[in-house]
C-alpha cells in the first residue's frame, strides 16, 4: 500500500492539534491524528456517547410511562364500560335489539351494551341448542313488535 496523496492540517482554533490525511494506492483514505488531535476527539467522542445513553434511558423511561399509563387507563376504561355480566340482563328497547334466525336454525341476538354506546354483546346459538318452534315464535313476535 502506497500513498498517492497526503495533505496536513492544523486547527485554527488549536495549532497543536495537527494531523494528515492520506489517500492510498489501492483506494483508501486515512487520517492520521496527532497525539493531542486523538485526544481531543476521544473527549468530543466521549460527551456524544454520554449525551446519547442520556437521551436513550430518558426515552426509555418514558416509554415504559406512557405505556404504563396506556396499560392503566385501558384497565379502568374496562373496568368503567365492560360490567357485562352484571348487566345483561337488563332491560332494552327492542329498537337496541336484532335478532337473526337462520336458516340453518341457528339464531342470534346483538345488542348494545348499557353502559356504552360503544360496546356490542352478541350472543348465538346452534340449531341443537335452541327449540325451534319456540325460536320460530319468538322472532315472529320480535318482528311484530319492531314494525
Do not use: C
Request: glycine residues 10%.
Amino acid at each position: 500500500m502506497a500513498e498517492l496523496a497526503r495533505m496536513r492540517f492544523t486547527s485554527a482554533t488549536k495549532p497543536e492539534e495537527t494531523g494528515v490525511l492520506v489517500l492510498n494506492d489501492d483506494g483508501t483514505f486515512q487520517v492520521k491524528p496527532s497525539d493531542e488531535f486523538r485526544e481531543a476527539l476521544a473527549e468530543i467522542e466521549e460527551k456524544a456517547i454520554h449525551r446519547s445513553e442520556t437521551f436513550g434511558t430518558r426515552l426509555g423511561v418514558a416509554l415504559i410511562a406512557f405505556g404504563a399509563l396506556a396499560a392503566g387507563i385501558g384497565w379502568l376504561v374496562g373496568r368503567l364500560f365492560g360490567s357485562i355480566g352484571s348487566t345483561i340482563s337488563r332491560p332494552r328497547s327492542i329498537s337496541d335489539v336484532e335478532i337473526q334466525h337462520q336458516e340453518n336454525g341457528g339464531f342470534a341476538v346483538r345488542m348494545g351494551g348499557v353502559e356504552s354506546k360503544f360496546q356490542k354483546i352478541t350472543l348465538s346459538w346452534n340449531a341443537d341448542e335452541v327449540v325451534q318452534a319456540e325460536a320460530d315464535n319468538f322472532v315472529e313476535k320480535y318482528n311484530d313488535l319492531r314494525r
